[in-house]
């Protein structure tokens, strides 16, 4: 016999199971009405349909339209009664309440959306707000589900570790979703016909609109790659939950192939409407895939050794934030090869970030797409710049690192690597990349790169790391060098900008580092390290966190406000930044270090990302029919009043020479 808290999940997971399909056949049909153009069968009336509850059987458009809308309506009843189920028997569980109460948050945002959609007759970004709001909705229905599955089986949640590629999962099926929802609404896939290559060639096309779509088909053949690799490296993994983790991934992993497959066809075939709606109806189960994959990440408990552990997650497990952990993770795994020491030394997670705030503005400085040739020289410079600097800076603080439980085990302090070897192999980099840079991108980005560089191992590591508790404040400064290197190596000129996104990452530091820095400030204590927490105690960390993220938030739509990016990305900074701010205001209130501090620490790290992606999408994408940009604001650019507005064209003095 079941008891009455079985019984309560059970009847939730299905509730939370049919509105998932629901939503995914609510999505699959809005693609049809797009498709067959049905989206005004029923005129601008809303809710009838032109002015009748049941529509004309004899018109075939108004049939469509008028059946979206039926569906519609049966997802907001399916997403109503998950939410009544959750109040009524899982009021005290927000593991359950949270994601269905979320939901018809986003249900009744939904809902005003379709009605904005047909009152602006199916203006395309419209469109896309409401398709991309549609995966919200079903992402947080597969959570719902997922979540009452597990109390169903009775498993105790320990928070795990599985692959961190995992997690960029979802992430990068809804960046390809979004990308192939403008695609769509703009009837892109014409200007970019063929498969694999893209008209024919390998560089995108000369429109713009073929520039979309290149776009969208590149960001899904290298969500192809990822997921493949994710399934292949499922293999090796052992320990609890690497089982379910590795079905999911192998899961993900077929079924991207067959959306790429589905697309291949209908490029092919010259974009018929079977086809163009099964493309839909396959990305609405890449997109629910992808969150299944990302959550049996999150409960897999891995085979792992110190060294491979990540150091945040080590040092609050060791205190007794995160929780209990399995046997499995303190085995010991075979020694690192000489290469995979190489590249521990460059801390190549700390440059993933680093190289997407470095990209992201080469797309916003209205001088065009960049060449793909520019970007990957940028791309392979800017990670040898930081490299380098981060393995001098491993050079330098082997002795403290030595008296870290996070660090000792590092190439240097471990032995596996000289120090002199790490020092030549650290000024390499910085050399190789200045080579780069000044012969492939242009001489101003090479001595900004420089510069970042020199800041990074003199100003941080060198003078005030180990003396002042602003050492990440002014130090700091080094990381908002990238955007200033990928400004200038498309623009070739510093503008008014990329100030502000120099501004940006160096307020956005503080509050992402110190978060960090509360975990871990028993090891700085340890080792004699003078971090804020150390110093002046982790209330007064929380307030200047606090006061340092206020500061951040209105900073971030500066560019909105002055012209240089557009409301789509203002809607996105304060979003982002709301949550963000939720965080530092949680931290303070609560004593001592608690979850929430490691918590802070990894969403800073998504709001960069995210607020750089942002800025992408709202240059690369014209928001509305006849939409200008207003014109970026230039500081000394003796060619702004010679280029016509709007022109994609770089003047001669710009190009790398």
Same mark, same amino acid.
């Given at each position: 016999m079941h008891s009455e808290a079985d019984t309560g999940a059970q009847l939730y997971?299905?509730?939370?199971?049919?509105?998932?399909?629901?939503?995914?056949?609510?999505?699959?049909?809005?693609?049809?009405?797009?498709?067959?153009?049905?989206?005004?069968?029923?005129? &601008?009336h809303w809710p009838l349909c032109n002015g009748r509850i049941l529509p004309n059987l004899s018109d075939t458009l108004e049939v469509i339209e008028w059946s979206h809308r039926w569906v519609a309506l049966l997802v907001s009843f399916a997403v109503a009664a998950l939410a009544a189920i959750a109040l009524r028997r899982h009021r005290d569980q927000p593991a359950l309440r949270n994601p269905a109460l979320l939901a018809l948050a986003v249900l009744l945002l939904q809902i005003v959306l379709g009605a904005v959609t047909v009152k602006l007759w199916n203006a395309a970004p419209t469109v896309v707000v409401h398709l991309t709001n549609a995966m919200v909705l079903l992402g947080l229905l597969v959570v719902a589900a997922l979540r009452a599955g597990e109390q169903l089986r009775g498993e105790q949640v320990i928070p795990g570790r599985g692959p961190t590629g995992a997690l960029l999962a979802p992430g990068l099926a809804f960046l390809v979703v979004v990308f192939g929802a403008f695609v769509a609404n703009y009837n892109a896939g014409l200007y970019c016909l063929g498969f694999p290559l893209c008209a024919g060639g390998v560089l995108p096309p000369a429109e713009a609109l073929g520039k979309l779509q290149w776009v969208h088909r590149v960001l899904a053949f290298l969500f192809l790659g990822h997921t493949i690799g994710l399934a292949l490296g499922s293999?090796?993994?052992?320990?609890?939950?690497?089982?379910a983790y590795r079905r999911a991934a192998w899961m993900l992993a077929a079924i991207v192939v067959l959306q790429v497959?589905?697309?291949?066809?209908?490029?092919?075939s010259l974009l018929p409407t079977s086809l163009r709606a099964?493309?839909?109806?396959?990305?609405?189960?890449?997109?629910t895939s992808a969150i299944v994959l990302a959550f049996r990440s999150r409960r897999m408990l891995t085979a792992r050794s110190p060294a491979h552990e990540d150091p945040a997650h080590a040092s609050a497990t060791s205190e007794g934030i995160v929780g209990p952990v399995s046997a499995l993770d303190a085995e010991a795994v075979a020694t690192p090869s000489l290469m995979a020491d190489l590249v521990t030394l460059t801390k190549p997670r700390i440059i993933s970030?680093?190289?997407l705030t470095t990209v992201a503005p080469m797309y916003i400085?209205?001088?065009?797409?960049?060449?793909?040739?520019?970007?990957?020289?940028?791309?392979v410079g800017g990670y040898l710049m930081a490299g380098g600097a981060n393995t001098v800076n491993m050079w330098f603080d082997r002795d403290i690192d030595m008296l870290m439980s996070r660090t000792r085990l590092r190439p240097i302090p471990s032995g596996r690597i000289s120090a002199l070897a790490a020092l030549a192999f650290g000024l390499a980099q910085g050399a190789i990349a200045f080579w780069i840079f000044w012969h492939f991108v242009n001489p101003l980005s090479a001595w900004l790169a420089f510069s970042g560089y020199l800041f990074y191992i003199f100003v941080y590591t060198v003078w005030l790391k180990r003396i002042s508790a602003q050492n990440i404040v002014i130090g700091g400064a080094a990381g908002a060098f990238p955007p200033l290197v990928g400004w200038t190596a498309m623009t070739g000129t510093l503008d008014l900008p990329a100030i502000y996104l120099f501004a940006i990452i160096f307020f956005w530091t503080p509050p992402h580092f110190w978060a960090l820095a509360l975990i871990k400030k028993q090891d700085y204590a340890r080792a004699g390290i003078p971090m804020m927490p150390v110093v002046q105690? &982790?209330?007064w960390t929380k307030i200047q966190m606090l006061a340092y993220t206020l500061m951040l938030i209105p900073l971030t739509v500066m560019p909105s406000i002055f012209g240089a990016l557009g409301l789509f990305y203002a809607v996105a900074a304060l979003a982002l930044g709301g949550r963000l701010l939720w965080y530092s205001i949680k931290v303070l209130r609560e004593a001592g270090v608690t979850p929430t501090a490691w918590k802070m620490y990894k969403y800073s790290l998504l709001y960069l990302a995210l607020l750089f992606v942002a800025m992408g999408v709202d240059r690369?994408?014209?928001?509305?029919h006849g939409y200008e940009r207003a014109p970026l604001l230039i500081l000394d650019h003796p060619e702004t009043e010679a280029m016509a507005p709007g022109s994609t064209a770089l003047p001669a003095a710009h190009h790398a020479p």
């Amino acid at each position: 016999m079941h008891s009455e808290a079985d019984t309560g999940a059970q009847l939730y997971r299905r509730g939370a199971m049919i509105a998932a399909g629901l939503a995914v056949g609510l999505i699959t049909l809005g693609g049809v009405v797009r498709i067959t153009g049905s989206g005004m069968g029923c005129g &601008d009336h809303w809710p009838l349909c032109n002015g009748r509850i049941l529509p004309n059987l004899s018109d075939t458009l108004e049939v469509i339209e008028w059946s979206h809308r039926w569906v519609a309506l049966l997802v907001s009843f399916a997403v109503a009664a998950l939410a009544a189920i959750a109040l009524r028997r899982h009021r005290d569980q927000p593991a359950l309440r949270n994601p269905a109460l979320l939901a018809l948050a986003v249900l009744l945002l939904q809902i005003v959306l379709g009605a904005v959609t047909v009152k602006l007759w199916n203006a395309a970004p419209t469109v896309v707000v409401h398709l991309t709001n549609a995966m919200v909705l079903l992402g947080l229905l597969v959570v719902a589900a997922l979540r009452a599955g597990e109390q169903l089986r009775g498993e105790q949640v320990i928070p795990g570790r599985g692959p961190t590629g995992a997690l960029l999962a979802p992430g990068l099926a809804f960046l390809v979703v979004v990308f192939g929802a403008f695609v769509a609404n703009y009837n892109a896939g014409l200007y970019c016909l063929g498969f694999p290559l893209c008209a024919g060639g390998v560089l995108p096309p000369a429109e713009a609109l073929g520039k979309l779509q290149w776009v969208h088909r590149v960001l899904a053949f290298l969500f192809l790659g990822h997921t493949i690799g994710l399934a292949l490296g499922s293999r090796r993994l052992t320990g609890e939950g690497a089982a379910a983790y590795r079905r999911a991934a192998w899961m993900l992993a077929a079924i991207v192939v067959l959306q790429v497959t589905v697309g291949a066809a209908m490029m092919l075939s010259l974009l018929p409407t079977s086809l163009r709606a099964a493309h839909l109806f396959v990305g609405s189960l890449v997109w629910t895939s992808a969150i299944v994959l990302a959550f049996r990440s999150r409960r897999m408990l891995t085979a792992r050794s110190p060294a491979h552990e990540d150091p945040a997650h080590a040092s609050a497990t060791s205190e007794g934030i995160v929780g209990p952990v399995s046997a499995l993770d303190a085995e010991a795994v075979a020694t690192p090869s000489l290469m995979a020491d190489l590249v521990t030394l460059t801390k190549p997670r700390i440059i993933s970030l680093l190289l997407l705030t470095t990209v992201a503005p080469m797309y916003i400085t209205g001088h065009g797409v960049p060449p793909i040739s520019l970007v990957l020289w940028v791309i392979v410079g800017g990670y040898l710049m930081a490299g380098g600097a981060n393995t001098v800076n491993m050079w330098f603080d082997r002795d403290i690192d030595m008296l870290m439980s996070r660090t000792r085990l590092r190439p240097i302090p471990s032995g596996r690597i000289s120090a002199l070897a790490a020092l030549a192999f650290g000024l390499a980099q910085g050399a190789i990349a200045f080579w780069i840079f000044w012969h492939f991108v242009n001489p101003l980005s090479a001595w900004l790169a420089f510069s970042g560089y020199l800041f990074y191992i003199f100003v941080y590591t060198v003078w005030l790391k180990r003396i002042s508790a602003q050492n990440i404040v002014i130090g700091g400064a080094a990381g908002a060098f990238p955007p200033l290197v990928g400004w200038t190596a498309m623009t070739g000129t510093l503008d008014l900008p990329a100030i502000y996104l120099f501004a940006i990452i160096f307020f956005w530091t503080p509050p992402h580092f110190w978060a960090l820095a509360l975990i871990k400030k028993q090891d700085y204590a340890r080792a004699g390290i003078p971090m804020m927490p150390v110093v002046q105690g &982790d209330q007064w960390t929380k307030i200047q966190m606090l006061a340092y993220t206020l500061m951040l938030i209105p900073l971030t739509v500066m560019p909105s406000i002055f012209g240089a990016l557009g409301l789509f990305y203002a809607v996105a900074a304060l979003a982002l930044g709301g949550r963000l701010l939720w965080y530092s205001i949680k931290v303070l209130r609560e004593a001592g270090v608690t979850p929430t501090a490691w918590k802070m620490y990894k969403y800073s790290l998504l709001y960069l990302a995210l607020l750089f992606v942002a800025m992408g999408v709202d240059r690369a994408v014209p928001f509305g029919h006849g939409y200008e940009r207003a014109p970026l604001l230039i500081l000394d650019h003796p060619e702004t009043e010679a280029m016509a507005p709007g022109s994609t064209a770089l003047p001669a003095a710009h190009h790398a020479p």
